[in-house]
């Protein structure tokens, strides 16, 4: 089990390394309604969102636009594969204790 999880972890980490730079820059389907019935312009970011600490999904301070996505999508996977060993392992000592 525990050799399918680093596995696993590894796959995720290098697919959002490689692939995340790939991920299409079209608007997703709430802008593209928003800009066809147009009032894209009227929007405003959520205070969350002006200071988020990878605006965007690309990692500032990078000038190749392609590193800067792919750094972030490796940062993302990291956060997220922490909180989810950190749930986890709460988890079992609650169980167990």
């Known amino acids: 089990m525990r050799r399918f999880t680093i596995l696993a972890a590894a796959l995720a980490v290098g697919l959002a390394l490689a692939v995340s730079p ?23 970011p959520a205070p969350v969102q002006e200071s988020a600490p990878v605006p965007g999904y690309a990692l500032p301070g990078v000038s190749d636009p392609r590193v800067a996505t792919g750094l972030a999508g490796f940062a993302g996977t990291l956060i997220v594969l922490g909180l989810g060993w950190a749930v986890t392992g709460a988890a079992r000592r609650r169980v167990t204790a």
């Open 22 to 44: 790939f991920a299409s820059s079209s608007p997703d389907g709430l802008e593209r309604v928003a800009g066809d019935r147009a009032f894209l312009d009227e929007g405003r």
